[in-house]
C-alpha cells in the first residue's frame, strides 16, 4: 500500500470529526514500520502534510480541513470520489465482519 492510500484509508475510518497530520503520521508510521524497516517519522509527517494541502485546494477536492488547525477529513459534500471511497471501505468492513463469524464445526466426535 502506498502513503497515499494509507492516508485514505486513515481519513476514511476518522470520519467526519477528522484527524490531526500528526496522527496520520503516526498510523502511516505504523504501518510501514516494520523489524528490517524503519521509516523516518519526520519525513513522513512532511509527505503527510504536503499530500493533505495539495489535495485540498478547492472545494471539489477529496479533501477539506475540519476548520481546527492541522485537522482533515474526507470531503463527503462537494467530492463524489470521497463517497464512493467511504461506501467502498464499508463493504470492506461488513465483508470482514461476516469472515469473522465462527465456522461450525461438523467433524464427527471420535469419543462419543
Known sequence: MTYDKQILHI????GEQGISVQAIAKHVYNMNHT???QPDLE?????????????SKSSQSLIESTG????????TTGSQDALQLM??????????EEQKHPVQDLSLDLFA
Open 35 to 37: 523489524f528490517f524497516l
Open 11 to 14: 481519513l476514511t475510518v476518522a
Open 87 to 96: 461506501l467502498q471501505f464499508r463493504e470492506e468492513q461488513q465483508e470482514k
Open 43 to 55: 519525513e513522513i509527517r512532511s509527505y503527510v502534510q504536503q499530500f493533505l494541502l495539495k489535495n
Open 68 to 75: 481546527r488547525r492541522g485537522f482533515y477529513r474526507l470531503n
